[in-house]
């Protein structure tokens, strides 16, 4: 039986493999008559006329390099905007197949740390566009692109990220932006499991490991004494709190694969935020007074109509974020061989008992629990 499903997987992904083959190739014959329909219709300067007729052609290897160049910082603000929006007006389909796409992602990547907000969401507009209108092999770059920039952005000191005294005030402009970029990212993380079945692995890889580099960022606190910088899972908790997007991309074998295998060679620091996320709720609860919980519990889980996320909220979020990650990846066997875990303050390792221990002792100290409720009674 085992030899079978293995045969079965090999061809499955050799037909995969040669559907894509198909597929590009047949993206390479419609580019080149896109381009050759484009030398045709356009002059040297790219026509300006509005007729309908010129409109889908008028956007040749011209245009796009001339936009590229307006990009540039150096330019006007005035001109920036009007080449981004004429980006944005574009047919996707003819951006996407221009020669100068990198450079595209690329000068994008770099826009996006124009302080200006207007500029920054008309970037996010053509972003969802591109999410929503093109091939995986296409998106995946635009995604790779967006989460790396977010990587370096909180890597960055220079980049006023909120700390956990000082919590998240949604009103902030800096703030919104930058929840803004997370919520597209995780919109499509979400989304991608639905249709990159249809392709090969490593373009589904390439959008897991930017995710798990992402999110596996740790800021160094040690020139900060007290004040810990918040880490972009206290942003992706705050937009996905139940980890909806974890949940799905370990539903199907095909992609829980490549995350269980990334997760155990490179990324297992993630493993030990969550369960470190729960022992210190654990601590938390064993410290407070059952009426103390049942209020705190009750405080931190209505915060969807607010604007402002105190710290004590954001970890509370952090956690149920934490316990949804680590319950699915109990449900399947690669996901409990993931453990024991090392932990940085604690000398043994953190056992699949221990956290199911953990995780009993969670639902007692848990407002629903009948032992928590007579105490708070009595």
């Known amino acids: 039986m085992h030899s079978l499903k293995n045969i079965m997987m090999v061809v499955v992904e050799s037909m995969i493999n040669k559907f894509e083959e198909d597929e590009i190739r047949s993206q390479e014959r419609q580019r080149k008559i896109q381009q050759e329909k484009s030398n045709s219709y356009c002059t040297d300067n790219c026509s300006d006329s509005d007729s309908p007729v010129n409109q889908s052609y008028k956007?040749?290897?011209?245009?796009?390099?001339?936009?590229?160049?307006?990009?540039d910082p150096g330019h006007p603000k005035e001109v920036r905007y009007e080449a981004l929006q004429a980006l944005c007006s574009a047919p996707p389909s003819d951006v996407l197949n221009c020669e100068n796409w990198t450079t595209l992602c690329e000068k994008l990547?770099?826009?996006?740390?124009?302080?200006?907000?207007?500029?920054?969401?008309?970037?996010?507009?053509?972003?969802?566009?591109?999410?929503?209108?093109?091939?995986?092999?296409?998106?995946k770059e635009i995604y790779s692109s967006l989460a790396k920039y977010l990587e370096l952005y909180f890597l960055s000191r220079e980049n006023h990220i909120p700390?956990?005294?000082?919590?998240?005030?949604?009103?902030?402009?800096?703030?919104?932006?930058?929840?803004?970029?997370?919520?597209?990212?995780?919109?499509?993380?979400?989304?991608?499991?639905?249709?990159?079945?249809?392709?090969?692995?490593?373009?589904?890889?390439?959008?897991?490991?930017?995710?798990?580099?992402?999110?596996?960022v740790k800021h160094d606190q040690s020139h900060?004494?007290?004040?810990?910088?918040?880490?972009?899972?206290?942003?992706?908790?705050?937009?996905?709190?139940?980890?909806?997007?974890?949940?799905?991309w370990m539903h199907a074998y095909y992609s829980r694969a490549v995350v269980l295998r990334l997760l155990e060679k490179k990324y297992k620091s993630l493993i030990a935020t969550a369960v470190q996320q729960c022992v210190q709720y654990l601590e938390l609860c064993e410290a407070m007074k059952a009426d103390d919980i049942l209020g705190h519990s009750k405080h931190c889980g209505n915060v969807q109509k607010t604007f402002y996320y105190s710290g004590q909220e954001l970890q509370y979020i952090y956690f149920i974020h934490s316990l949804c990650l680590l319950g699915r990846l109990l449900i399947y066997t690669q996901g409990r061989k993931l453990f024991p875990i090392k932990m940085k303050n604690r000398k043994n390792s953190v056992s699949l008992t221990d956290l199911l221990v953990l995780f009993i002792q969670l639902i007692c100290y848990s407002p629903c629990c009948p032992k928590m409720i007579s105490a708070t009674h009595s």
């Not at 990547?109 to 296409?138: C, E, G, N, W």
């Not at 810990?228 to 997007?245: E, G, H, R």
């Open 59 to 71: 956007f040749c290897q011209g245009k796009l390099q001339l936009i590229l160049d307006e990009l």
């Open 163 to 216: 700390t956990l005294s000082t919590g998240i005030d949604v009103t902030n402009p800096n703030v919104n932006c930058l929840l803004k970029k997370v919520r597209l990212l995780n919109d499509y993380q979400k989304e991608a499991p639905s249709f990159w079945i249809r392709h090969p692995e490593k373009y589904m890889e390439e959008i897991v490991e930017s995710t798990l580099s992402l999110l596996s």
């Open 109 to 139: 990547s770099v826009s996006f740390s124009d302080p200006d907000p207007v500029f920054s969401d008309r970037i996010l507009k053509f972003y969802a566009q591109i999410f929503t209108l093109s091939p995986l092999h296409m998106t």
């Open 224 to 248: 900060l004494g007290s004040q810990k910088i918040l880490d972009p899972m206290y942003f992706f908790a705050l937009i996905d709190t139940k980890a909806v997007w974890f949940k799905k």
